[in-house]
């Protein structure tokens, strides 16, 4: 029989460094369970759902983080304060000082836990004077909630919300679980009303939340997974260990790795607040379908292009104040923009050079745009794989780890690209080129044949769903154990 | 309808399923190994005592079939930090010759000391070795030079420490293709042009004043036409190694032409006129096997003429291809002829065999060291003792088992996802740990030295009771890799004895334009 140490199951509800909680851990099963079940239990009081919701989401935060969850639930009542004071002052130069010390204090933490040492070893490029990197841990999700205090202060100052009245809810908005380690980036007006609402879940809602659960755990947990373990991640670690060829396949993989890892992300976060009565709207629509730079910005991470497009670029101006301003707002937003995804020169650059595309994206529309040669099948085709491949280049930014190695990466694809040993090469990677095809084959699935399976799921019987959950622990479970493909260093 | 209920029948059903499964599942992996993997309980039960892993010393497939070991000296092989020559003496150095020019060598005397560092892809880029050799040249004298170059290799573009460019057409045999007759340099590669125009640079960093030699390496063929500031000679290339001066002063470049149809390139070597120079020798891919197509004479002709001093062998990652192998008997049989071989044509070079390093491999979602590593390591040293050559524990030495994976997983890297390779800060680190174990070896003979006692001891290691091996074994060793024709030269020098340190320098005090015939 079963023999269960009880010292382990003491361990398991503490915070563990070595394994920080994910949804793919066997104990957010048994977080899931005990969640659900209050959750459900106080479904009649809203009040004492969100109580339960809150106290689950700071739970989850101390699980994936430890002791940072003091740092969400200070700057949950700094914000709730601060809001309040915003709204209550008369006075707009008032207002706007309060703001500014919202802004202040939230950039400062965030600044504090993410750039330090970055700024730290540019001083110690640029000066005379050396200072020794400080050892700062970088509190899960800070990012994110950074972004979602300051779009509700904004706000607030603009006088488009309220501020909420219970810090419980605000508390609730900035640690909600499922989307707490990578978003979305939720807006409070958006967020904190559904917790009033009763907890209603639609047969639309279920199904749709059930989908997303399912093919957000395949993307992530089985396709993204495989392909970094098997391939992209030690390619981009040592691309001079690597020919063009296999540097090139790897960027197309790693292409398929970052929207699997991170849309499957979302689609789990968003499907798990689906079956909690909660909405957050979709965060990927088919990216790499896009026909222009501008168009792949609103298909990807659209809860941060938008939050930028809100908070950032109409903040400097937008384009009201001619082309000049306008062309160089959006190359600082997006620079900005690369900047947050992390402290380094590369993704600065990524931000840039999304900027440069999107400066460029707009020329060729003034200049061109309305010039028809070919077919619009055509040109809609030239046009996604023109926009892809830019895309895909500046992910090399965006996954190396330094410059050094993204220019390394560059020159092998552009100096050392040789098909010799191809065939070597399909032969030990084969298993990792269906995955990156299968990758690329649920990306062109047209978006109506979700909503076609979502509306048919809805009148399946609970067994149906039952089934379909086993299926993807079973094959969770395979991968998990599929033989590594090792790296054959091809040479000649 | 509200379906708030059947998300908690659903989630429940499912965890319930999962938990019964889980508790029975002994039975239920029977037919579902995988399961294992999604096993709810199998964090939190008591944990058996597990009947798994391979006990380092009585373990080892090899031991079994090589013949049972004498633990006392052997077991030596498992310290770290230090290069080991398996016997009791902890006060004499490992190398001996090589210490003792490096004392002469710190003495002030004009003394150079070569250096060939073989290894795969984890030195390639001059990685490791470029630290290595910064390390020594600063600590004995500031002499620089990057030491041996190929003309072109698949690392070419990545080395900072020498660039080559090299236009033409050049085809080049390696280990692994070999179109000509003649025989492969160390480096595993000889190259081939009518029309060769290199321009090399050196770019390891060197005081202003420095002189640094420019020599071109080649084998043996019909002659070779090198064209150097317009003039052109013919040089005979009649000896396996030759090489000719192209450039010395205190440029750190070179440039000329060279044509050369049938005789084979080996590359070029920048170097100081003393000190010590430093050879790469990375091979993609290899064990240290392929050494074998290195050609007898070669090795017997620079021996003679003292060219190199200390030969290391770095390889090992490249036998772990498969996570659960732990049986290396076959790189015993198929090294053990190489090291033989040279050991028998280069009597007059000390040789220093590492162990691998650590390598990880994904055992059921989880990254952890090669299962079968202890046993290779232990194949390795017994090839060591075996050949009388000392051993350096370079896995144990840069922190043994998980040190790939917590230096890959680390948040500044200091080895790649592949858990093979070190990054640069990795190969910094290590390159540091085996420079120091080095300098603990000559600070031994430095003692020695104070107190008057030699240092070059005659073999304290007498027939060694592994050498009487089952016959059965030597005869398939001898099958698989027996040097076909090449028999070592006689012998006539004792390589107990000391070397002289000063042939090789009035051997390089040549003119330029003058074949260097050594």
Redesign the interface.
């Known amino acids: 029989m079963?023999?269960?140490?009880w010292n382990?199951?003491l361990n398991?509800l503490l915070y563990d460094a070595h394994a920080p909680l994910l949804f793919n851990n066997?104990?957010f099963?048994?977080f899931?369970?005990a969640f659900?079940?209050c959750y459900?239990l106080f479904?009649k009081n809203y009040k004492h759902r969100a109580v339960v919701l809150t106290l689950f989401s700071l739970y989850f935060f101390y699980k994936a983080s430890g002791a940072f969850v003091g740092i969400v639930i200070i700057s949950a009542f700094f914000n709730y304060g601060i809001s309040n004071l915003i709204f209550k002052a008369k006075k707009k130069g008032v207002k706007g000082f309060f703001l500014f010390c919202s802004v202040v204090v939230n950039l400062g933490v965030l600044f504090y836990f993410k750039y330090t040492n970055f700024f730290i070893d540019l001083i110690n490029n640029f000066s005379v004077l050396k200072f020794d990197p400080l050892h700062i841990l970088l509190p899960i999700g800070i990012s994110f909630f950074t972004f979602e205090n300051l779009s509700y202060t904004i706000d607030v100052y603009r006088g488009e919300i309220e501020p909420e009245k219970g810090i419980v809810n605000y508390l609730l908005f900035l640690s909600f679980f499922p989307k707490l380690v990578m978003g979305p980036i939720v807006r409070a007006k958006d967020f904190i009303p559904q917790l009033k609402k009763e907890?209603?879940?639609?047969?639309s809602?279920?199904s749709r939340?059930?989908y997303l659960i399912v093919t957000g755990l395949i993307k992530k947990l089985i396709i993204s997974d495989y392909i970094s373990?098997n391939l992209v991640?030690?390619v981009?670690?040592?691309p001079?260990?690597h020919?063009g060829m296999e540097c090139l396949v790897a960027l197309y993989g790693y292409a398929i790795v970052i929207y699997c890892d991170f849309s499957g992300y979302s689609d789990v976060a968003i499907g798990i607040s689906k079956?909690m009565?909660i909405t957050i709207p979709p965060n990927f629509m088919s990216p790499y379908q896009s026909k222009s730079v501008s168009e792949f910005w609103r298909r990807w991470h659209i809860s941060l292009s938008s939050w930028l497009r809100d908070y950032l670029y109409i903040s400097m101006g937008g384009n009201r104040k001619g082309k000049f301003r306008t062309n160089l707002n959006l190359f600082l937003t997006m620079l900005i923009g690369g900047f947050w995804h992390g402290a380094s020169w590369n993704f600065i650059i990524w931000g840039a050079l999304h900027g440069i595309g999107l400066g460029l994206n707009k020329l060729w529309t003034t200049l061109f745009g309305k010039i028809k040669i070919l077919p619009t099948v055509v040109t809609n085709f030239i046009f996604a794989v023109i926009t892809f491949h830019f895309v895909c280049f500046c992910w090399i930014f965006f996954k190396a780890?330094n410059l050094d190695t993204a220019l390394?990466f560059i020159?092998q694809i552009v100096?050392?690209f040789t098909f010799d040993g191809a065939y070597e090469y399909v032969e030990n990677y084969k298993f990792v080129i269906i995955m990156i095809a299968i990758g690329y084959l649920i990306h062109l699935i047209p978006d109506s044949f979700p909503e076609k399976v979502i509306e048919r799921q809805k009148r399946f019987p609970?067994v149906y769903?039952?089934i379909v959950?086993?299926g993807f622990?079973?094959l969770?479970?395979?991968f998990?154990?599929a033989?590594?493909v090792?790296?054959?260093?091809l040479?000649? | 309808?509200?379906?708030?209920?059947?998300?908690?029948?659903?989630?429940?059903?499912?965890?319930i399923?999962?938990l019964s499964l889980s508790?029975f599942s002994n039975q239920f992996i029977a037919y579902?190994?995988?399961?294992?993997?999604?096993?709810?309980?199998?964090?939190?039960?008591?944990?058996e005592k597990s009947k798994k892993g391979f006990p380092k010393k009585k373990h080892s497939s090899t031991a079994n079939s090589i013949g049972d070991l004498p633990m006392n000296d052997f077991d030596a092989y498992e310290k770290k930090g230090t290069l080991v020559r398996f016997n009791a003496d902890t006060v004499s150095p490992a190398l001996q010759k090589f210490n003792e020019k490096l004392i002469a060598l710190s003495e002030g005397k004009n003394v150079k000391i070569r250096i060939a560092w073989f290894g795969d892809?984890q030195i390639?880029?001059d990685f490791i070795t470029q630290d290595i050799r910064e390390l020594l040249q600063n600590y004995f004298g500031q002499q620089k030079g990057v030491g041996y170059v190929p003309i072109t290799s698949?690392?070419s573009?990545?080395r900072k420490t020498a660039k080559v460019f090299a236009t033409g057409d050049v085809s080049a045999d390696n280990f692994?293709?070999q179109d000509h007759n003649a025989g492969l340099f160390f480096s595993g590669y000889s190259f081939y042009s009518n029309n060769l125009d290199i321009d090399f640079r050196d770019n390891v960093k060197k005081g202003s004043t420095q002189i640094t030699q420019k020599w071109l390496l080649y084998g043996k063929g019909d002659s070779i036409s090198v064209k150097i500031n317009d003039s052109v000679r013919k040089y005979p290339a009649n000896k396996e190694f030759n090489r000719l001066l192209v450039g010395s002063g205190v440029s750190n470049k070179a440039k000329f032409m060279v044509s050369s149809k049938h005789t084979p390139i080996f590359g070029l070597s920048s170097e100081p006129s003393s000190g010590i120079v430093l050879d790469n020798f990375s091979f993609?891919?290899i064990s240290g096997v392929e050494l074998k197509k290195i050609n007898s004479n070669l090795l017997a002709e620079l021996s003679q003429s003292g060219y190199y001093d200390l030969i290391v062998f770095q390889y090992g990652v490249n036998l772990m291809?498969k996570?659960n192998d732990t049986n290396y008997d076959y790189y015993y049989r198929g090294m053990r002829p190489v090291l033989q071989k040279f050991k028998n044509n280069m009597p007059n070079t000390e040789f220093l065999l590492f162990s691998c390093s650590d390598r990880a491999?994904?055992y059921?979602?989880t990254w952890k060291t090669a299962i079968g590593i202890d046993s290779l390591i232990q194949t390795q040293a017994r090839l060591a003792y075996d050949n009388d050559i000392p051993f350096y524990n370079f896995y144990k030495s840069i922190g043994g088992n998980g040190t790939i994976v917590k230096w890959?997983d680390s948040t500044v890297?200091y080895a790649?996802?592949?858990y093979?390779?070190f990054?640069f800060r990795g190969a910094k680190a290590v390159a540091k740990t085996i420079y120091t174990a080095i300098i603990n070896d000559y600070n031994k003979a430095l003692k020695l030295k104070k107190a008057n006692k030699p240092i070059v001891t005659q073999k304290t290691v007498a027939p060694k009771p592994m050498e009487a091996k089952p016959v059965v074994k030597e005869t398939i060793t001898k099958k698989i890799d027996t040097p076909k024709t090449d028999k070592p030269k006689p012998d006539t020098s004792k390589p107990s004895e000391v070397k002289s340190t000063t042939p090789k320098e009035t051997i390089q005090k040549t003119t330029v334009k003058k074949a260097d015939s050594l």
């Open positions: 079963i023999n269960i140490d382990s199951v398991q066997g104990f099963v048994y899931l369970v659900i079940l459900y479904r907890y209603f879940v639609s047969d809602d279920f939340g059930f373990v991640n030690y981009f670690d040592g001079n260990l020919n079956w009565g780890s390394q020159h100096y050392q609970l769903y039952v959950m086993m622990i079973a969770y479970s395979f998990k154990s033989e590594p090792m790296p054959i260093y040479q000649f | 309808m509200n379906n708030s209920r059947k998300v908690v029948i659903l989630i429940l059903v499912v965890t399923i999962q508790v579902y190994p995988y399961f294992k993997n999604v096993n709810l309980l199998s964090d939190i039960l008591v944990k892809s390639e880029g698949v690392s573009d990545f692994k293709k993609r891919g291809f996570p491999f994904n059921d979602g890959a890297q790649n996802k592949d093979i390779h990054n």
